[in-house]
């Protein structure tokens, strides 16, 4: 029996580990440290005391701060959560079972799909949700990146790095990634912006071999290319967290009140599955939340 489980490994599981060790709590954290989204970011150029640094770097920086302190980590994955009286049962995808007296969620995001023909067919056959993993098969190849946010330009970046020509097609007419970023590809002889635009269509023969759009481009509404890079934003993965009973808002994301809490008393959340820090889900925000959550959960033991 632990105090407390940690539902993930990213930098708000990490930053809670971290206070419950120096609280004294008796806990572990559930997840895979290097399958979030951070372990998979070519460069973050806004984590304070780091001019720039890979993601993997820095979520290595984050494990080896907790494991100092004495981290106990299940690389598990967990499929089920369920609440017997006061107690939480956590069962993995090993048929294991952890039970806790409070729950700190803080499980992320997972990737979200355009849902147009081909894009499920191509799938590891020139169709992507992670730069950083595939970029580097589509030397002096030509790519397209959906999006328009942080993610997507920071793909499209890394992705000149390597590939002859990238296209960004944003469904709006303006990026909504930061100026410096935009300022960067926009000055990058190998990347295109193409804006108010769809990509309606993903074809080919065993692999990618053009998209379909819903504009005009050089007189037609095809684009030969190699391959298709999707970032188009993230959605929470709340599946386990509405098992319980956990209040959603409209954007899909956990409730919380400034303390982390959620309306189910031992449950807590942080990080991009919340409704916290202004909807800002950056780095920064995910580890202030993972503090601000050990912190209360560390008065609610003691209250129990």
């Not at 080896?64 to 690389?75: F, R, T």
């Not at 355009?114 to 020139?126: A, M, R, T, V, Y």
């Not at 002889?189 to 071999?209: A, F, H, L, P, Q």
């Not at 098992?243 to 008393?265: F, H, Q, R």
Request: glycine content about 10%.
């Amino acid at each position: 029996m632990y105090d407390l489980i940690v539902l993930g490994a990213g930098p708000a599981g990490l930053s809670a580990s971290i206070y419950a060790s120096r609280y004294k709590i008796n806990h572990i954290v559930v997840g895979n440290v290097f399958d979030g989204s951070l372990s998979k970011a070519h460069k973050i150029e806004n984590w304070p005391g780091e001019k720039s640094i890979k993601g993997s770097d820095l979520i290595m920086k984050f494990y080896d701060h907790a494991k100092s302190l004495g981290l106990e980590i299940i690389q598990e994955e967990v499929v089920e959560i369920s609440k017997d009286d006061s107690i939480f049962i956590i069962k993995t995808n090993l048929s294991k079972v952890y039970k806790s007296k409070a729950i700190l969620i803080t499980l992320g995001t997972k990737h979200r799909k355009l849902n147009i023909s081909g894009e499920k067919k191509f799938l590891g056959k020139g169709v992507s949700y992670c730069a950083v993993c595939d970029g580097a098969f589509f030397k002096d190849k030509t790519v397209a990146v959906a999006g328009g946010s942080d993610s997507a330009a920071m793909a499209a970046e890394m992705l000149s790095e390597c590939a002859k020509k990238v296209y960004v097609i944003y469904r709006k007419q303006s990026m909504r990634c930061e100026p410096v970023i935009l300022e960067r590809l926009e000055k990058n002889s190998k990347i295109e912006i193409i804006y108010n635009t769809n990509i309606t269509k993903v074809s080919g023969d065993k692999k990618v071999e053009l998209i379909e759009i819903n504009n005009k481009y050089n007189g037609g509404n095809k684009i030969k290319l190699d391959g298709l890079f999707i970032e188009v934003g993230s959605i929470p993965f709340v599946d386990l967290a509405k098992g319980l009973g956990v209040k959603i808002d409209k954007s899909g994301c956990i409730i919380i009140e400034a303390s982390g809490s959620t309306n189910i008393e031992g449950i807590y959340a942080a990080g991009d599955i919340t409704n916290g820090s202004n909807g800002l889900r950056q780095i920064v925000t995910a580890v202030s939340e993972g503090a601000i959550a050990a912190t209360s959960i560390y008065k609610y033991l003691k209250k129990k």
